[in-house]
């Protein structure tokens, strides 16, 4: 399935890894890309440091590309943008805001610049500053979300630019990326599927939670001040859902949130904690490797999109 996406990024199949905080580090990286895909690293809030030390160690492993997410809202972004320049990484995703000042810098130092968009005004924007692909995120995705659907937000924006999208939200299996496909997409990004591989450090106990989800088990939180967050309910989304309704003001909501990405991912604590899942985690059944997981999704895509009847 050759597509401008798979060209554009030297990789062999149309497959992408979020940028998962915590979760997308070089194990997972490395097995995304070994599998054919683009194992992608999420710098999150992490230190310019980290990103570099993940950055090697996945050289260590392969020498296929690779890519670096960066979360445009970490106060160490600016840092990272440095790092990824001096690392010369091959491809560069943004999420959560406008990549704009990077641009250049990304650019001239040879990195394909992929911003995630939530919007058809940031997709052309993002054209015009030079980006090489959009990447557009519906709302079903996990964490930080934009207001449009998958299903609304892909066309418009395929209609709306010249260079290829990637569509991201909801995307779980070959219907899913067959789904995409139709929508004029020539890639697709996965987020919740990928936290479930093997490969993938996430606890044993956050990937669980993940496996017995339901369709409707996500809540989004922070709407009220312009940080909305999708997670899968529990007792963090109950009470937060509950003061942000009282009024309770944003610092205070901040700070029960403050290491709960960290203390669910890595601690296992699935309660209390942050556990970020897109809605398409009640599809998400078992933990198969990446390879598995992305020779199944190519086999479901190729039959439907040659006018194949999904049984
Ligand atoms: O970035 C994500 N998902 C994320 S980031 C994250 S970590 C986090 N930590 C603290 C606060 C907030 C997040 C967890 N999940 N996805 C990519 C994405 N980007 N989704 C939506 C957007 C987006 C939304 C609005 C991108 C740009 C935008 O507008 C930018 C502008 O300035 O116009």
Not at 45 to 67: C, H, S, Y
Not at 106 to 115: A, C, F, M, Q
Not at 280 to 307: N, W
Request: with cysteine.
């Amino acid at each position: 399935m050759k597509t401008e996406i798979t060209d554009l990024l030297q990789i062999e199949k149309p497959i992408i890894q979020g940028g998962m905080a915590w979760v997308a580090e070089h194990n997972l990286a490395a097995a995304v890309s070994a599998a054919g895909g683009l194992g992608i690293i999420g710098a999150a809030n992490a230190p310019a440091d980290w990103v570099r030390t993940e950055i090697r160690k996945v050289r260590e492993i392969t020498d296929l590309p690779i890519g670096v997410n960066v979360m445009l809202l970490s106060p160490y972004a600016d840092e990272v943008a440095q790092v990824l320049v001096e690392e010369k990484v091959p491809v560069i995703t943004t999420g959560a805001g406008n990549p704009g000042k990077y641009m250049e810098m990304w650019k001239s130092s040879g990195s394909k610049v992929i911003p995630v968009v939530a919007s058809v005004a940031l997709a052309r924007m993002m054209e015009r500053g030079g980006a090489d692909a959009v990447i557009a995120e519906g709302t079903e995705s996990g964490g930080h979300i934009g207001a449009a659907t998958t299903m609304t937000l892909v066309p418009q924006v395929v209609d709306a630019v010249q260079i290829p999208v990637i569509a991201a939200g909801g995307i779980g299996d070959g219907r899913g990326m067959a789904a995409a496909f139709m929508l004029g997409a020539k890639a697709v990004q996965l987020g919740t599927r990928f936290v479930v591989a093997k490969e993938s450090i996430c606890h044993a106990s956050y990937k669980e939670r993940i496996i017995k989800a339901k369709d409707i088990d996500s809540a989004v939180t922070g709407r009220s001040h312009g940080h909305p967050i999708r997670q899968l309910r529990n007792q963090m989304t109950k009470e937060y859902l509950k003061k942000e309704q009282e009024g309770v003001p944003f610092e205070e909501l901040e700070l029960m949130t403050v290491g709960a990405l960290r203390n669910a991912v890595i601690d296992g604590d699935v309660k209390n904690g942050t556990v970020m899942a897109g809605q398409i985690a009640g599809l998400v059944k078992k933990e198969q490797t990446c390879q598995e997981i992305i020779d199944e999704m190519m086999k479901e895509a190729a039959a439907l999109l040659q006018g194949a009847r999904y049984e």
